[in-house]
């Protein structure tokens, strides 16, 4: 049963930094791509970022471009978001998620694996 166990969330002020952790297990996280994904209160999903299942090639939302990195542990089957310079706007549950192309228009794609998310709150 694949598992994916976010952690790291909590209430920061606008330009401080925040670092997310998604612990994976129940498949073979080193061959399968892995994303963050968010939800802003009363919003749909927004895709942030992939990763490949090797570690390269990662990608970003041009909303998070610049403050945000993806990593991973293919060792420790974990997958991290370092986020920096946060704004009141990235408000939101933080979902990691498995494959590519995890969210189809604001909803969950059909196969995607996702964990029950850790809530980041920006606010002064």
């Known amino acids: 049963e694949v598992q994916l166990v976010e952690s790291g969330g909590g209430l920061v002020q606008p330009g401080w930094s925040l670092r997310l952790s998604c612990a994976a297990s129940?498949?073979?996280?080193?061959?399968?791509?892995m994303n963050w994904v968010r939800q802003a209160p009363g919003k749909g999903l927004e895709w942030i970022s992939t990763?490949?299942?090797?570690?390269?090639?990662?990608v970003y939302a041009d909303s998070v471009k610049g403050r945000f990195t993806i990593s991973r542990d293919n060792a420790r089957n974990t997958l991290s978001l370092q986020m920096t310079s946060l704004k009141t706007e990235d408000t939101g549950v933080y979902y990691c998620?498995?494959?590519?192309?995890?969210?189809?228009?604001?909803?969950?794609?059909?196969?995607?694996?996702r964990g029950q998310g850790t809530q980041v709150t920006v606010s002064s």
């Open positions: 998620a498995t494959g590519l192309f995890p969210v189809s228009g604001d909803t969950w794609s059909a196969g995607t694996s």
């Open positions: 990763i490949g299942s090797g570690g390269g090639n990662p």
């Open positions: 129940g498949f073979t996280f080193s061959q399968q791509d």
